[in-house]
């Protein structure tokens, strides 16, 4: 027989060697892949996504126990370059899922999927395919798709007299979010619509796509430009070309909030048609206003609607993790489809069998804000527009049928 002693000192050693195995296990951190533009004309919206997730993360804290380690990314507003840094947040970092893409990398990643093996949460992506005919059992989208926004639309129509005997031109970039906004809006019924341009993603001189929208004799001009850079010199030149004085602006996901502040009092020639989020649904929703005052704590400034859409996706990626007790990726999928959570843009899930968010749109005017808040000086009113009045009632209906 071995002697009592010996056998003794085993049992220790090997019930340290676990407790140092599970405390390793414990300290060793879940990777979350950040995939979002970090250089170019595009720079301020990748800014507001990274700081919304870096947000949302900071208030999760731990996740199982576990440090939340972010990854960033930059996918340079390019598909080719999005599917580059995915495959390698996925084979060289071993990111558990990918936060942070907008349209152009999300549609770039759908093809491509099922090869990453991870859940993509999108949170800035509108082409409506994603979660409707296209869509993947890995990719989830938190904001609405511009289907939706055609709903909204129709309801904002109604409650502004202006806009009901308007004649609506689409001044865009020419790429297929912008599109698809074009086609959205002249499929709303009675819809007064004389044309629309498309402009080169390059473009800076808005001149020409101005004077045949005023040609037209245009009184409300959609403009689903892209969010960044551009879309603050498309509407500056609107205001100076005379544009803002003969038609309202319509944004149809709003404006981002940093460009809100550079505008001023232009911003109040802009009506959105369904925002994706609002900071000043704090008033009625208090995790949007805990994100809020985490968000100016950490960044010095408000929270805008990308950076509240981010944390969204954020929040509900990590409730899905806890809620699946596992960091395998098919398991957070599961946690994902089950997950119900008060996010910064409101109580969230995904439809049933589906991929989609039920996510609130925003309408209201943009207006001066007295006192300012948050260092804001101009912000949107925010009235919520539901889902269940905008979204098909199954997944199945909109074309969803994940494998």
């Not at 430009?225 to 551009?230: K, Y």
Request: contains cysteine; hydrophobic residues 45%.
């Amino acid at each position: 027989m071995r002697p009592r002693g010996l056998v003794s000192m085993s049992a220790i050693l090997f019930s340290a060697a676990v407790l140092s195995s599970v405390s390793a296990w414990a300290q060793e951190s879940i990777k979350v892949g950040v995939l979002t533009i970090r250089s170019g004309p595009g720079a301020p919206v990748g800014d507001d996504i990274l700081s919304g997730i870096q947000t949302a993360t900071r208030l999760q804290g731990a996740v199982l126990g576990r440090p939340v380690e972010l990854i960033v990314e930059d996918s340079l507003w390019n598909p080719q370059q999005a599917v580059t840094k995915a495959t390698k947040l996925v084979q060289q970092n071993r990111v558990v899922a990918i936060l942070g893409t907008s349209t152009i990398e999300a549609l770039a990643l759908l093809p491509v999927a099922d090869r990453l093996g991870v859940p993509i949460v999108t949170s800035n992506a509108g082409a409506a395919a994603i979660t409707r005919d296209r869509c993947s059992r890995w990719v989830f989208r938190t904001n609405p798709d511009e289907l939706m926004s055609v709903a909204s639309l129709k309801h904002l129509i109604v409650q502004t007299p202006a806009l009901q005997n308007a004649k609506w031109f689409t001044i865009g970039h020419d790429y297929p979010w912008s599109r698809l906004v074009g086609g959205s809006v002249k499929s709303v019924k009675d819809l007064k619509y004389v044309g629309e341009t498309f402009a080169p993603l390059d473009t800076t001189d808005w001149a020409p796509f101005i004077a045949q929208a005023r040609t037209a004799g245009a009184t409300a001009v959609v403009m689903p430009v892209t969010l960044g850079t551009p879309l603050l010199q498309f509407i500056q030149q609107a205001q100076e070309f005379g544009l803002t004085r003969d038609a309202v602006l319509v944004s149809p996901i709003g404006l981002p909030d940093w460009l809100v502040d550079k505008l001023g009092e232009t911003s109040t020639r802009v009506v959105s048609a369904g925002s994706w989020a609002a900071w000043r649904y704090e008033e009625s929703e208090p995790a949007t206003r805990q994100f809020n005052e985490a968000f100016h704590r950490q960044h010095g400034r408000v929270a805008g609607m990308q950076s509240l859409q981010a944390g969204t996706a954020a929040v509900m990626l990590y409730a899905a993790i806890a809620r699946a007790g596992s960091v395998e990726p098919a398991e957070i999928v599961r946690g994902l489809e089950a997950v119900e959570v008060r996010t910064p843009v409101g109580p969230l899930k995904f439809q049933a069998g589906g991929r989609q968010a039920e996510s609130p749109l925003f309408l209201g005017p943009y207006e001066p804000l007295n006192p300012p808040r948050y260092g804001a000086r101009f912000a949107q009113r925010a009235e919520a527009f539901p889902a269940a009045r905008s979204l098909p009632m199954s997944a199945r209906e909109s074309g969803c049928t994940p494998k």
